[in-house]
């Protein structure tokens, strides 16, 4: 999947609060798919009932990506 398939893919997961979990899944399973490939590893975190941050590493240089995976109102299909 290229970077325009997956920004295509996000936007169309609704997100909107309260509504993040669809999206805290795709993400998690997109990258647990590459880290198994590449020697990462990716954790779930649940902070309230269906709603997920998602953090993925790797034993590479450290570089943080901190942001939010949410959308705001309103949705579009």
């Known amino acids: ?3 325009i398939e997956l920004t295509r893919a996000l936007v169309d997961i609704d997100s ?3 509504n993040e979990g669809a999206v805290g899944i ?4 997109h990258l647990g798919k590459i880290a198994a490939r590449t020697g990462g590893r990716v954790e779930r975190i649940e902070v309230e009932p269906n709603r997920y941050n ?3 590493t790797w034993d590479a240089p450290v570089v943080t990506l901190s942001t939010h995976i949410d ?4 949705f579009f299909t």
């Open 71 to 74: 959308t705001v109102p309103p």
């Open 54 to 56: 998602v953090l993925a």
């Open 26 to 29: 795709f993400l998690a399973d």
């Open 1 to 3: 999947m290229n970077a």
């Open 16 to 18: 909107v609060t309260p």
